[in-house]
């Protein structure tokens, strides 16, 4: 079992910039990629960047590309969201997910989530 813990959320203007982390703890060395999912009111799930354990080489929604930055501190299982110049869009709450089969940010059934955090960018 993986738990995740998600932190840094908040409120904040159009324009500014969040960073959230992630603590995981448990049995992490199955893992195949850690990522950041969003949902918005109304609206599904969805991913919005991954990040693989063995290479670090990350994929990004096209949405937040040039905007996110997705990083992970393997020493200490923490993994980040840096997330700059924010629109009132990017308002949802974030969760980070933690996969052992490679799936792909498409993919809602990944295998372990965090509580959410919430981010709220006015205009």
């Known amino acids: 079992q993986v738990q995740l813990v998600e932190s840094g959320g908040g409120s904040v203007q159009a324009g500014g910039s969040l960073r959230l982390s992630c603590a995981a703890s448990?049995?992490?060395?199955?893992?195949?990629?850690m990522a950041w999912f969003r949902q918005a009111p109304g609206k599904e799930r969805e991913g919005v960047a991954k990040?693989?354990?063995?290479?670090?080489?990350?994929d990004y929604a096209d949405s937040v590309k040039g905007r996110f930055t997705v990083s992970r501190d393997n020493a200490k299982n923490m993994l980040y969201l840096q997330m700059n110049s924010l629109k009132p869009e990017d308002t949802a709450m974030y969760y980070c997910?933690?996969?052992?089969?490679?799936?792909?940010?498409?993919?809602?059934?990944?295998?372990?989530w965090g509580q959410g955090t919430q981010v709220t960018v006015s205009s």
């Open positions: 997910a933690a996969d052992r089969s490679c799936l792909s940010l498409s993919r809602s059934d990944w295998d372990y």
């Open positions: 448990g049995y992490t060395r199955n893992l195949c990629y």
């Open positions: 990040i693989a354990i063995v290479d670090e080489s990350a």
